[in-house]
């Protein structure tokens, strides 16, 4: 009985943590829905990727998505345009386990010249369970325990603003999902809440030349109940070709990030992170990597004083 006291934080935990990615930029719809088809020229959007915390350490936190959607532009008008897909995530993270599954619309308003607002969501349900190999199925506490719940209507809001040199994003998880706990009332631990959380992008363009391109940016994880996670990130493109970046996240990791674009519209992205605190020591390695159509800053042409991509365009 003893050692399952030190599993007491999973029945009683009291938020959850909204999933981070270090490449924010380039699975844009998985953070902020209402980013999902922007660029009203990509027909097609996909992203799919993984992330792998702590290798070699036991029971570590991984986390694989996969994203598709199609951009419906109206026949006459370039006013608008709106954009349909489907998001599916999994999450592993010592016992505790879920999937999701999400449909997705964003509607894309141009305001002005080069102004886009948009407003999306993602509408789904998710299934949270524990892993019952790791208990110990004849203790009375764990008995008592449901293993598997169906959360839902998981509804994750959002907002973006978008010019060419600067972006906006707002969005909101676990809104709508206040517990653990399904429709029968079966629910994992006693009490067991999903801990609502806001998250914030910021971002802005700098041409440094004919063919580089800079883009810092700033993250912002705001849970209700927790320790709000922050990162800043920069990254640097060479003529929408390959990008390099750096990021930090809440003195806990740093990040390098290569990204490649392979053929026309897919690009290749990896972030290698090094913990930098406790965790150096028993596993300093993790990486997230993504395939998918170019990230924001990947499709911007450097603005130099020569450069043709001054010359007007039909982006929107």
């Not at 027909?43 to 694989?64: Q, Y």
């Not at 909101?172 to 806001?198: C, E, F, H, V, W």
């Not at 390099?244 to 996240?249: E, H, I, M, N, Y």
């Not at 392979?262 to 395939?291: C, H």
Request: glycine fraction near 8%; aromatic fraction near 14%; hydrophobic fraction near 40%.
């Amino acid at each position: 009985m003893l050692p399952y006291l030190f599993l007491a934080p999973a029945f009683l935990c009291s938020g959850q943590q909204a999933i981070i990615y270090s490449q924010n930029g380039f699975n844009k719809a998985g953070v902020n829905p209402a980013a999902s088809g922007i660029e009203m020229t990509q027909k097609i959007n996909f992203v799919f990727g993984i992330d792998r915390r702590w290798i070699g350490f036991k029971h570590a936190p991984k986390t694989n998505f996969v994203n598709v959607s199609i951009t419906i532009r109206p026949p006459r008008s370039y006013h608008y345009w709106q954009n349909l897909g489907g998001y599916v995530d999994n999450q592993e993270s010592g016992l505790s386990n879920n999937n999701g599954i999400y449909f997705t619309y964003a509607f894309h308003l141009l305001l002005r010249k080069n102004v886009v607002a948009s407003f999306g969501f993602n509408a789904g349900v998710r299934t949270y369970f524990l892993d019952a190999s790791l208990l110990d199925k004849s203790d009375p506490v764990i008995q008592k325990t449901d293993f598997r719940t169906l959360v839902y209507p998981d509804i994750i809001p959002g907002f973006r603003l978008t010019t060419k040199k600067f972006y906006l994003d707002v969005a909101g998880r676990q809104l709508t999902t206040p517990s653990l706990q399904d429709y029968r009332g079966n629910a994992i631990g006693s009490p067991s809440k999903l801990n609502p959380t806001l998250f914030f992008s910021t971002g802005r363009l700098i041409s440094l030349n004919e063919f580089w391109l800079l883009l810092p940016s700033v993250a912002l994880t705001m849970p209700f109940v927790h320790v709000p996670n922050l990162e800043l990130n920069t990254m640097l493109y060479y003529d929408t070709r390959v990008g390099f970046g750096l990021a930090l996240r809440n003195l806990n990791f740093v990040t390098a990030i290569y990204q490649m674009k392979m053929i026309k519209n897919v690009t290749v992205g990896l972030a290698y992170s090094v913990s930098v605190n406790s965790m150096f020591y028993a596993a300093p390695n993790s990486f997230e990597l993504m395939i998918g159509v170019p990230p924001y800053g990947m499709l911007n042409k450097p603005q130099g004083k020569i450069s043709v991509s001054r010359c007007p365009t039909l982006d929107y």
